[in-house]
């Protein structure tokens, strides 16, 4: 394998225990925590039922793999599964990222040294510069790049043959991608986030190989609070692995997940302190909204862009907030959540809510 630059966080949740960007410690443990086959990969059924079509079809044929286009959240398992395509393909794998590649000649140089069939891995291939993106366009169609050697009036293309790839872009934007860049990937797979049985499988196979001992209780009590998002399980579990052995045995029970968790402030639901200073705040502040974000982030003494970007996606996700035209507006769940009992002139809990959650 073959790293071509430092891969940028997709969101700025680094240092948050539920943030979904790698941290340094992940990515020191993530590669061997990293399942190596597709057989091995846990949930998103449907992906890998269709990836292994796609991957057996060209083995089969003794071809090169259709490009694949992976997109979803950060933390869902993109990087592993291009892994897992080359490890599939018996293909080298090279890796890169959008921002990595600023100038359509970084690109080049790339493409100039790929193997045959080498896997080429471009994360956050929405943040790839405009003329790189063009390069790329006939790069998957044709495997051939045009290099303009020269400037101005003077500068000449000269054509460049390429070895047939294999193009492996992730994104977590994938409504952000140019259409005829989205055309020329042969297989598109949306990566959901997982349920919490997935998890848990996440958990017991991430406890044998970091030698830690869980109970199914223990694994169940991780995962319901991983916000869908084996990085974010993984990561819990390292936390909690330092509790039960300082705290308790080195077992991890039920009652010792919930207790570690507990000191690391991350409640059953999976909020952290800021998703709940940001609920608190809106409950017991402005009874339930609705209240306009600016507002909301002073009461919370947070950045505007932070609760917007980095607590709410979450809320909504989870129904505990929604984002109306009049401000943010807490739902029933978000009262019940924070054992709270909404005032009775509360919409949310009764006929009103058509009103606060109406278009
Ligand atoms: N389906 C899965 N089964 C087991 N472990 C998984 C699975 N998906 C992800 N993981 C684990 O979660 C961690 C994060 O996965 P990965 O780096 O592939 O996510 P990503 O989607 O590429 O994230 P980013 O968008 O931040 O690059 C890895 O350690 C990996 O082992």
Redesign the pocket.
């Known amino acids: 394998m073959n790293w071509d630059d430092t ?1 940028q ?2 969101d700025d949740t680094t240092g948050r225990l539920v943030g ?3 941290d340094g410690e ?1 990515q020191a ?7 190596k086959s597709l057989a ?5 059924e449907r992906v890998r039922e269709q990836l292994d079509l796609v991957l057996r079809a060209a083995r089969q044929r003794g071809a090169t793999a259709d490009h694949v286009l ?1 997109s ?12 897992i395509i080359a490890a599939e393909m018996e293909a080298p794998i090279r890796i890169t990222s959008g921002p990595a590649i600023q100038h359509a000649g970084d690109l080049a140089a790339i493409l100039s040294s790929l193997q045959e069939g080498e896997v080429l891995f471009l ?2 291939i929405h943040r790839m510069s405009r003329p790189a993106e063009e390069m790329l366009y006939m790069a998957m169609e044709d495997f051939r790049v045009d290099v303009i050697v020269g400037k101005g009036p003077g500068a000449t293309a000269i054509p460049l043959e390429l070895p047939p790839f294999t193009l492996v872009g ?1 994104t ?1 934007r994938a409504g952000l991608l140019p259409p005829p860049l989205r055309d020329r990937f042969g297989f598109t797979a949306h ?1 959901e986030f ?1 349920e919490p049985a ?1 998890l848990e ?2 958990i017991h ?2 406890a044998d190989l970091l030698d830690v001992t869980i109970d199914t209780a223990g694994a169940a009590e991780i995962a319901g609070r991983s916000r869908g ?3 974010i ?2 990561r819990l579990l390292r936390r909690v692995r330092d509790y039960a052995q300082v705290k308790a045995d080195g077992l991890i029970t039920q009652e010792i997940a919930a207790a570690a968790l507990g000191v690391y402030e991350v409640d059953a639901r999976g909020l952290d302190r800021l998703d709940r200073a940001v609920l608190e705040a809106l409950l017991k502040l402005f009874g339930g909204g609705p209240v306009g974000l600016s507002t909301l982030s002073v009461a919370v003494g947070e950045e505007r862009e932070t609760v917007e970007e980095v607590a709410e996606p979450f809320l909504v996700r989870e129904g505990l907030l929604a984002r109306t035209p009049r401000g943010r507006v807490a739902t029933p769940a978000a009262w019940a959540h924070l054992g709270l009992t909404a005032p009775q002139s509360f919409g949310g809990g009764g006929s009103g809510q058509g009103d606060l959650f109406g278009a």
């Open positions: 891969a966080p997709a979904s960007a790698a992940d443990v993530e590669a061997a925590l990293r399942p091995e990969f846990v949930g998103q992976l979803g959240a950060p933390g869902l398992g993109k990087t592993t599964l291009s892994m994360d956050e992730a977590t990566m997982y997935e499988r996440v196979r991430s998002t084996p990085r399980a993984n």
